[in-house]
């Protein structure tokens, strides 16, 4: 079905880089001035949110902070690969809080030890926002693409980005291989064969879903596999439709946030934190996230009326994150034997 849509410690101030939506160029986030009586708070986030936190998130947390304790905030931000952003935090990047692609790069950052463990017990599981995995096509979708299948075609030319990097890729990648497994009743050998049909028409990866969207726009490839959201959001920022399907069998995509607790202690704004990352879950800033593509964790917002797929599944029909990373990602899993050929004893 298609619907036409889309830290180097502070003192160093890590400038946070975007890749612009409009121009595919990168752009340098402004970082304010010092302001006195102002609290200050530090963001790590993944591409992918940029325009929904610092356009809209923060002027709105802004005004709540103001309102409830008198005080200005001030946002230090970056935006990078999921991938990437994760292990600049765990390097030491003092970011507060983390805004990532996957549960698996905040994990990370708890096997650092600066995020803890218990951090996805609170309301939603710690996920603030929601999207599906689909397909972005050409205006009037010239290729007739509308599933999964239809990417391993002859002559189809696929962008996703790379996995080792982005934590959008393995949603992507994920989504593909996970509609072959659950239809073949979960045979990890269908999965893989279908896989590998379609990575071998992949033309292009690059190191971020941003990225990625971008290439693409500038006229690379047949069939985008990406977030619904940065389609929708594509469509709002430029006022032209970005053309996607969704196909009958696809991935609900689940962003995580957590408070990096190395970070507040060392800067003594535990309280802001917390008060931010409650935020991002309220009725008030999951509408603003639904008005930048995602669909929203509560509340009752227009993205609730978006299309919904035939078959919604996640990643723990697919086994969980543990799982899969073992399963695909990691040395002789799925996705590291079509490059190198070789598998783990056991593995199926």
Not at 41 to 55: F, K, M, P, Q
Request: with cysteine; aromatic share 8%.
């Amino acid at each position: 079905m298609t619907h036409g849509r889309q830290t180097n410690r502070r003192r160093a101030r890590l400038l946070g880089v975007a890749l612009s939506l409009a121009l595919a160029s990168l752009a340098p986030t402004c970082v304010p001035a010092p302001v006195r009586d102002a609290d200050t708070l530090t963001l790590g986030c993944y591409s992918v949110v940029r325009e929904a936190i610092h356009d809209a998130i923060i002027p709105a947390f802004a005004r709540h902070w103001k309102q409830k304790t008198g005080r200005l905030v001030r946002f230090e931000e970056s935006y990078n690969a999921s991938g990437a952003q994760a292990r600049a935090i765990a390097a030491g990047f003092d970011a507060d809080v983390a805004i990532l692609s996957l549960e698996g790069d905040i994990d990370l950052l708890v096997k650092a030890g600066v995020v803890d463990k218990n951090w996805a017990k609170t309301l939603d599981r710690g996920m603030i926002t929601r999207s599906l995995v689909v397909i972005g096509v050409r205006p009037g979708n010239p290729l007739g693409i509308r599933d999964w299948p239809d990417l391993a075609r002859s002559g189809v030319g696929v962008l996703y980005p790379d996995p080792k990097t982005s934590g959008g890729a393995r949603w992507n990648i994920n989504a593909i291989y996970g509609s072959a497994y659950l239809a073949a009743g979960k045979s990890r050998d269908t999965a893989r064969d279908f896989l590998a049909k379609v990575q071998a028409n992949v033309v292009n990866m690059d190191s971020s879903g941003r990225q990625s969207v971008a290439t693409f726009g500038r006229g690379t490839g047949d069939a985008l596999v990406t977030y619904e959201n940065e389609l929708l959001l594509q469509t709002k920022m430029t006022g032209v439709d970005a053309p996607y399907a969704i196909p009958p069998s696809t991935l609900l995509i689940e962003g995580p946030a957590a408070i990096v607790d190395a970070s507040v202690k060392a800067h003594g704004n535990r309280p802001l934190a917390e008060a931010f990352l409650a935020f991002l879950k309220t009725p008030e800033a999951q509408a603003i996230l639904a008005e930048y593509g995602f669909r929203p964790t509560t509340g009752e917002t227009p993205a609730n009326r978006l299309p919904l797929p035939a078959k919604l599944f996640t990643m723990k029909d697919l086994g969980g994150w543990g799982a899969i990373k073992k399963d695909v990602y990691d040395p002789g899993g799925v996705w590291d034997s079509l490059f190198t050929g070789k598998t783990t004893a056991g593995r199926k």
